[in-house]
């Protein structure tokens, strides 16, 4: 199948890759661009573990071909904080075991990431709402939940002092 | 030695050990999403295989055409059963002692079945091969119901054994029969209900249903053919039987065989079998030279591989006027698919199902199963629990309730007249096993505080007054469920899968500077053993938990161990880790008597130290010692400090708990919301309670999707009607109720730290406690049993029948 050049901006990069328009978005971070902190639950856009930010909306990377993605802004798991300073959502999952197996984290993490953008001051309710569209099999979400609420509150903290 | 000893206190603190809530050492890689799964390995001139699968339940395969798939660019090979047969790899044996087909072998016997693997330079062009491949079919008739199975006329399914009159666990009475398995005393069971004063009867079913973990199953496998060495990467749950299995079927000799199992996204039992595709993945390395990876789609994953539960349990139970239960019977009926691939040790064809006794005190019982071929996926894996036990605790659970509908008593009391007392153990069962250790009515008694269980009852009386006069339209139902597990497989002197015994395995090495790496035969897959048993051994070894690395998972490091399911991780590993700690204690008592200059017997360990018995400024550090161990010349002593042990347990362990479910449900809609759900868990030692939590939350809500909605269903054609998320009912954050966790403490009498296994009793006390909240709701209406899932539909079905939509 014929190739296509398509330029995006990852994590704050400028990356041209050549692709078959029919990969998706999820293949193309993973396997053209060696993003594996994306992962692949379902391929059918129930699970969530493939959730990106795309031009400041948490997008499923599973259902959107890569032709969708040209000249797009896009933010993985590999774009929110780095080994010396975790970002607070990465810190608070951690502090309130907001994770087991990990292969549903980076997708609740950067779905977290926009969902505060979304909502600064949630109420335990729109979280749970607000992070059904990504599943894990391994929490119950009840930590995944604390995790997210005590980011917030963190967030909203640091907001008053500064 | 003048400095000043910090006080024990702030020593145990600095080690981080045992009973500590001590954060998890993986969370930093897997929050940055640097974990290393599967699907993540990437090798030079890696290829990607997936498989053309049936359509049909159960067909005739006439003809395979490959010729166009092979024109399509990009496509290297389509590999079919007639170019496994000349290395014999066309069928392989099943953990049962069965044999399954790797690809269609003339005929396919479920949907979804492997039928031939097309190897391509990457997952699109696999996809455009698999289009192209053309298979001709000729239908057949399907058996989707096991009772009809042995009907006159009906299908031969496995006619590659049909003449067999022996399976691997003993006679079979029909072709479409596996085997039949028996426990306890028929005769005197029998004797006993025929005489007794009330007997409940009643057909329990537990549904077929999936582990679905969040990543499917793959594997990545190169065969360098220069060195002769085989690599495999795998979500392997058992990566060294998977080595032991492989140099088995292939021929190839074990030590050129390395199984890696990396990160695995959740395995909840699903990553313990072998399957086609990790074969197919090794097959096709061979062939093309280069290293091939397969990973399944969730589709795949659901319909094909593995399934769990699928238990039609006919049960009897009778007991005296005044409520005390005088025998159990029990006659289950066992859709294991199309193949007898069920993950149970191999002496137990129904995994420890002849657990069903429970929780009770129950003097006579009887048990049999019956194993059945039918045309649906193979598997039977223990899904979340050990082998069978959700099945034995929901039956069990199940009976308890009917029996207290026809006593007229509260299921509650009955179930605390019928408990083993503390006293009774350690407790031989009628069925055969000696349960170690118990305390359930302070657990009971506890949970039922909790609750305000009397207060509950009160309210719920009020409901149905209000419901009855019209002023509400929702009733509540409380859920009760005392469950007893046995998990820690196992004594090798009844448990082996494959002839392989099930001990486990720990070897460790202390560095010079006082930090170690251990190394186990088990592999995590979320329950955060780099954490836990790190925990185990600093407070064996007094080294902090922080300067030890745990490593499991490849077998060319690994000491040789069975693996991470039916919660044996713990009992059986976690054990090995304590003795190999001991083992290294030991020595270094020697080392520390020899550089004090006193008898070993004069010597008192202490948190991290040894220290002279009546002189506590004399002592050595674990750290001092490591660095003597080296580096010093010792008499009679060899240098370093290593320890291996491999623990084959004297016993199973038994967990327990308490669970407790309010519920309201509305009939008119069938509609349900979870208000309460109180979970008390015993599992003896608690080794990191922050970790025991999160795997109660995680048990116990993978209990509410099976009993609420999660299904394996097929219609009479054999089609799998609930093969993707969209019908295969997992439960979101939205959906999730709070969970209320407790526990009581009773160690293990014959485990050296005394724990018990904790991650999957949630799953197995929690199914029942979900189920029974909604038949108690019905109860007064004349309900006594409904068959699990509990949908919204099929509660909305059950007011319905019952009449209350004209109420
Ligand atoms: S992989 Fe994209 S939603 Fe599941
Ligand atoms: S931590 Fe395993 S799926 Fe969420």
Redesign the interface.
């Known amino acids: 199948m014929e190739k296509i050049r398509l330029n995006m901006t990852v994590n704050g990069k400028d990356v041209e890759v050549l692709t078959e328009p029919r990969q998706l978005l999820a293949h193309v971070l993973r396997e053209e661009l060696n993003l594996t902190g994306t992962h692949i639950g379902c391929e059918t856009s129930h699970c969530g573990a493939c959730t990106v930010d795309m031009n400041d909306m948490s997008v499923k990377s599973c259902s959107v071909f890569a032709a969708q993605a040209q000249g797009a802004n896009i933010t993985t798991i590999e774009g929110l904080g780095t080994p010396d300073g975790l970002h607070l959502l990465q810190e608070m999952f951690k502090e309130h075991h907001g994770l087991q197996c990990g292969y549903c984290t980076p997708g609740m993490i950067t779905r977290a990431y926009r969902f505060l953008q979304e909502n600064g001051s949630p109420t335990e309710e729109d979280v749970r709402f607000g992070m059904s569209g990504n599943l894990c099999r391994c929490t119950g979400y009840q930590n995944i939940v604390k995790a997210i609420l005590a980011t917030a509150e963190k967030m909203n903290e640091m907001k008053e002092s500064a | 030695m003048n400095e000043t000893i910090p006080p024990k206190e702030e020593r145990m603190t600095a080690l981080n050990g045992l009973g500590t809530s001590r954060?998890?050492v993986?969370?930093?890689?897997?929050?940055?999403?640097?974990?290393?799964?599967v699907?993540?390995i990437?090798l030079q001139g890696m290829l990607f295989g997936d498989f053309v699968r049936s359509p049909y339940a159960h067909a005739r395969v006439k003809s395979i055409k490959t010729e166009a798939a092979l024109a399509i660019p990009g496509v290297h090979a389509v590999i079919t059963a007639a170019d496994l047969e000349p290395l014999k790899l066309h069928w392989m044996p099943t953990l049962a002692g069965d044999v399954q087909m790797v690809l269609a072998d003339g005929k396919v016997l479920f949907q979804g079945q492997e039928v031939a693997f097309v190897v391509a330079d990457?997952?699109?062009a696999a996809d455009d091969g698999i289009k192209a491949v053309e298979v001709e079919y000729e239908e057949l008739p399907v058996i989707v119901d096991p009772f009809k199975a042995e009907l006159d006329g009906a299908p031969i399914l496995r006619e590659d054994i049909a003449d067999k009159k022996e399976g691997a666990h003993g006679p079979r009475r029909h072709p479409n029969h596996i085997f039949t398995w028996e426990s306890g005393d028929r005769q005197a069971t029998e004797a006993v209900i025929s005489e007794a004063d009330v007997v409940a009867e009643e057909m329990v079913y537990y549904h077929r249903t999936h582990p679905?973990?969040?990543?499917?199953c793959g594997s990545v496998a190169s065969m360098d053919k220069v060195n002769g060495k085989l690599t495999v990467w795998g979500t392997f749950q058992a990566p060294h039987a998977v080595r032991t299995v492989a140099s088995l079927i292939s021929g190839i000799a074990e030590h050129n065989i390395r199984i890696v199992s990396p990160?695995?996204?959740?395995g909840?039992g699903n990553k313990v079998g072998v399957y086609p595709g990790y074969i197919c993945s090794i097959v096709a390395s061979i062939v093309t030279g280069a290293p091939v990876k397969w990973i399944e789609?969730?589709?795949d994953n659901l319909m094909a591989t593995a399934f769990a539960r699928d238990y039609w349990m006919q049960g009897k139970i009778s007991a005296t006027k005044e409520g005390k239960i005088t025998g159990l019977w029990c006659h289950t009926t066992a859709d294991h698919g199309a193949f007898d691939a069920c993950a149970d040790p191999t002496k137990f064809p129904a995994g420890f199902m002849n657990i069903c006794t429970g929780s009770y005190d129950i003097p006579t019982a009887f048990l049999s199963v019956d194993g059945i071929y039918t045309n649906k996926a193979p598997g039977g894996v223990a899904y979340r629990c050990s082998f069978r036990v959700t099945e034995a605790a929901y039956f069990i659970e199940r009976m308890i309730e009917v029996l207290a509908i026809k006593l007229g008593m509260d299921s509650a009391e009955l179930r605390e007249k019928n408990f083993i007392r503390k006293d009774q153990f350690p407790y031989q069962s009628a069925l055969g096993w000696e349960y170690d250790s118990g305390d359930y009515h302070t657990a009971w008694d506890k949970a039922l505080k909790a609750v305000n269980y009397k207060e509950l009852r009160k309210e719920q009386a009020e409901r149905l007054e209000a419901f009855h006069k019209g002023e509400t339209r929702k009733l509540i139902g409380i859920g009760l469920s005392h469950f007893t597990e046995i998990v820690g497989a196992g004594p090798v002197k009844n448990c082996d899968i494959l002839g392989l015994g099930m001990f486990d395995s720990c070897e460790i090495r202390i560095h010079p500077t006082g930090s170690a790496i251990a190394r186990l035969g088990t592999i995590s897959?979320?329950?955060?053993h780099a954490t836990t048993f790190a925990q185990i051994l600093a407070s064996e070894i007094g080294i902090p938990a922080e300067d030890i690395t745990l490593e499991e998972g490849d077998t060319d490091t690994a000491p040789y161990g069975l693996g991470t399911y039916g919660s044996r991780s713990t009992p059986v590993a976690g054990a090995a880790t304590a003795m190999a700690g001991r083992k290294i204690r030991a020595k270094a008592q020697m080392i520390a008597a020899y550089l004090l200059e006193v008898h070993d017997n004069d010597l008192e360990w202490d948190v991290d130290r040894f220290v002279v018995k009546g002189n506590p400024e004399r002592f050595k550090t674990m750290k001092e010692i490591a660095f003597a161990s080296y580096n010093q010349a010792i008499p009679n002593v060899e240098p370093g400090l290593e320890a291996v042990s491999y623990y084959d347990p004297p016993n199973m362990t038994y967990p327990f708990g308490a669970y407790i479910c309010v519920m309201e449900i509305d009939v008119d809609t069938g509609t349900t919301e979870i208000r309460q759900v109180f979970a008390l868990d015993d599992c003896g030692t608690r080794i990191n309670p922050?970790?025991i939590?999160?795997?109660v939350?995680?048990?116990?809500?993978?209990a509410l999707a099976i009993a609420m909605g999660q299904e394996i269903a097929y219609d009479e054609m054999g089609n799998v009607t609930t093969g993707?998320?969209?019908d295969f009912f997992?439960p979101?954050?939205?959906e999730?109720p709070?969970?209320q966790t407790d526990y009581t403490e009773t160690p293990s009498p014959h485990h050296p730290i005394g724990a018990k296994g904790v991650g999957e009793s949630p799953n197995v006390g929690g199914v029942p406690a979900f189920s029974n909240a909604v038949h108690d709701a019905f109860k007064s209406f004349g309900l006594t049993q409904s068959h699990m899932p509990h949908d919204h539909w099929r509660i909305w079905t059950i007011a319905n029948k019952l009449g209350l939509h004209e109420m």
């Open positions: 954060k998890r993986e969370d930093a890689r897997f929050t940055q999403g640097k974990g290393n799964y699907d993540d990437k990457n997952r699109y679905c973990p969040l990543e499917t990160d695995i996204g959740g909840f789609d969730k589709m897959q979320g329950q955060g922050m970790i939590e999160g795997q939350h995680g048990g116990l809500t993978e993707t998320l969209m997992v979101t954050a939205w999730t709070n969970y």
